[in-house]
């Protein structure tokens, strides 16, 4: 069983800062990449960024230089937290964190959490 907890999205200005939280749980310890993506309405679901195995990061272009993507490891869970400053009308959405397994072991998301950002 592999769990995907989200937390940190709310309402802000643009300017201002938040932080997303992804508590992953379970059989989560081969994973091949975890990361963010965010869908606003209306549009398909897009990456934000991701960490690779390997420990590569990776970041979509809108948002490269004010968002920073990281992770903490225990013996029981990886939180991996997206750091969002600077934040504009345009990062508004519903944020999911995902975990791609290894080996095609599967692919999973979280629940998503509404990120608005009003200008």
């Given at each position: 069983?592999?769990?995907l907890v989200e937390s940190g999205g709310g309402l802000v200005q643009a300017g201002e800062s938040l932080r997303l939280s992804c508590?992953?749980?379970g059989s989560i310890f081969?994973?091949?990449?975890?990361g963010w993506y965010r869908q606003a309405p209306g549009k398909q679901r897009e990456?934000?960024?991701?960490?690779?195995n390997g420990g590569v990061t990776e970041y979509a272009d809108s948002v490269k230089g004010r968002f920073t993507i990281s992770t903490d490891r225990d013996k029981w869970k990886i939180t991996v937290a997206l750091q969002m400053n600077g934040l504009k009308s345009e990062d508004t959405g519903v944020y999911y964190c995902n975990l791609e397994l290894m080996f095609n072991r599967g692919n999973y998301w979280g629940q998503g959490t509404q990120v608005t950002v009003s200008s």
């Open positions: 069983q592999v769990q508590v992953m749980s081969s994973a091949n990449a975890m990456l934000v960024a991701v960490i690779r």
